[in-house]
């Protein structure tokens, strides 16, 4: 059976491009038309390049065009500064690469997410963190021009709490303030427990809050805003019903050496594997997301490393051995 087919039973949205990618291919063993892949080994991280090329790439991977970068970093969850500070550095870079700023550019930082939900609190506790400058900017000295970039950020909450889609409060901003970039930091759904508070991912499409976990948000995007997005995205949950079925799969996948046993899983119709789980679930109607208990500390943890990241890539006067002073 098909995994996307019973994702597409569950409704399961795989906000990772890279995830999508592997799927798609894993399934077919062909190279997926219009979507190109790059892979680059480090240290403590391998970063992958999703390139959504054409309109069939879109129709197959479910994906804008543009480029998805993820980088899956697994010492993220050790307690290691040295590590940790490895993999800001690499987040920086990829930042740099992708924005392509101006030595004057004006960037709005926006922390999407719930700061009473810990799983949702990644972009909130990323502004707690980050420098802002567009105030002070006006009376910096001579000798910071061009050391330093116009920066302003808000965390502004979700519809639940302010009854303002996030997008009108953003799009009101972006006609105010005028920025040339939104970087806009947001917690993501995944498809496999292994990348939770892993695996970190740019794209320069923009983002649409909410989309893994089922909600349908208007999209933050450059359609929408006028100026230039850039995505981050951090996994913290995963739908209940993936986990169901990849215990199952793995259960039938031990009787391999039973063909009859083995031909009864294969047979399997998705739509039966979709009303079993959906059977199981049906209190949360399919739609419960789990999440690990030290997804606080996760969180604490990615918040720092994307917080440096944004002060290393958007001033270029900050010494990058010694980031962490420039962080609230």
Same mark, same amino acid.
């Given at each position: 059976?098909?995994? #996307? ?5 569950? =409704? ?15 399934? $077919? ?39 998805? +970068? ?9 307690? =290691? ?34 700061? =009473? ?22 009376? $910096? ?43 806009? +930091? ?5 498809? #496999? ?21 089922? =909600? ?57 594997? #979709? ?6 679930? $049906? ?22 490393? +994307? ?22």
């Amino acid at each position: 059976m098909k995994k #996307s087919d019973l994702y597409k039973q569950l =409704n399961v949205q795989l906000d990772l491009a890279v995830e999508a990618h592997q799927l798609l291919r894993g399934e $077919s063993g062909e190279e997926i038309p219009g979507v190109r892949m790059d892979e680059q080994q480090l240290e403590y991280a391998k970063v992958t390049i999703i390139t959504v090329e054409t309109d069939e790439g879109v129709t197959a991977i479910g994906k804008p065009i543009g480029h998805y +970068i993820t980088i899956d970093a697994p010492e993220i969850r050790t307690n =290691n500064y040295i590590i940790h500070e490895n993999i800001t550095h690499v987040l920086a870079d990829r930042l740099i690469e992708l924005m392509e700023l101006k030595e004057d550019a004006s960037i709005l930082i926006v922390g999407l997410g719930n700061w =009473n939900a810990t799983p949702d609190a990644l972009g909130p506790q990323v502004i707690d963190k980050t420098m802002v400058t567009r105030h002070l900017f006006q009376l $910096s000295p001579d000798e910071l021009q061009g050391q330093m970039r116009k920066i302003s950020a808000i965390a502004p909450g979700v519809l639940g709490i302010t009854g303002i889609e996030t997008a009108e409060i953003i799009r009101g901003l972006v006609e105010h303030v005028k920025p040339d970039l939104v970087i806009a +930091i947001d917690a993501l759904a995944a498809g #496999s427990l292994e990348r939770i508070g892993t695996s970190i991912q740019l794209a320069d499409t923009g983002i649409h809050p909410g989309s893994g976990v089922g =909600n349908r948000r208007a999209g933050i995007t450059e359609e929408t805003l006028g100026c230039k997005v850039i995505a981050i995205g951090l996994p913290t949950v995963v739908n209940a019903a993936v986990i169901a079925h990849d215990v199952v799969e793995g259960v039938f996948k031990e009787f391999v050496t039973s063909p009859k046993l083995y031909q009864l899983y294969k047979g399997i119709k998705p739509e039966t594997f #979709s009303q079993i789980i959906d059977d199981v679930l $049906s209190p949360f109607q399919g739609n419960l997301m789990v999440t690990p208990k030290e997804i606080d500390s996760l969180i604490k943890t990615v918040a720092k490393i +994307i917080a440096g990241a944004l002060a290393i890539s958007l001033h270029p006067g900050i010494d990058r051995e010694d980031y962490e002073r420039y962080l609230q």
